[in-house]
């Protein structure tokens, strides 16, 4: 079992930056394969971002390429997005997901839909202003 807590969302003015962290518990962190997923009002969860278990593979949503950066620790059990160059259209709550991937092979391309996540966290409000 894997217990998930985000930190870091916030109020910010468009064009600014904010970093989120995502604290996992347990001793098979370094297994995980780790991603951040948001879900505006009235609007479906999107993926945002991944990193695999081994590091080896990071993916973004278009939207996000090129503005935000996902990275892990596995000393401290943390992964982090960083957030540059906020949007309105960034407003969401951002989650945090695991995904088991014990076995697997150290260049296999995470996935990015949800479904295939294991365990998510309660989320974290970013809301961006004009």
């Known amino acids: 079992q894997v217990q998930l807590v985000e930190s870091g969302g916030g109020l910010v003015q468009a064009g600014g930056s904010l970093s989120l962290s995502c604290a996992a518990s347990?001793?098979?962190?370094?297994?995980?394969?780790m991603g951040w997923f948001r879900q505006a009002p009235g609007k479906e969860r999107e993926f945002v971002s991944v990193?695999?278990?081994?590091?080896?593979?990071?993916r973004y949503a278009d939207s996000v390429k090129g503005r935000f950066t996902i990275s892990r620790d596995y000393g401290k059990n943390l992964v982090y997005l960083f957030m540059n160059n906020l949007k309105t259209e960034d407003t969401a709550v951002y989650y945090c997901?695991?995904?088991?991937?014990?076995?697997?092979?150290?260049?296999?391309?995470?996935?990015?839909?949800?479904?295939?996540?294991?365990?998510w966290g309660q989320g974290t409000q970013v809301t961006v202003s004009s």
């Open positions: 990193i695999s278990w081994s590091d080896y593979y990071t």
């Open positions: 347990g001793r098979t962190f370094s297994t995980y394969t």
């Open positions: 997901a695991a995904k088991d991937q014990h076995g697997t092979h150290y260049a296999e391309i995470p996935p990015v839909e949800g479904g295939e996540f294991d365990y």
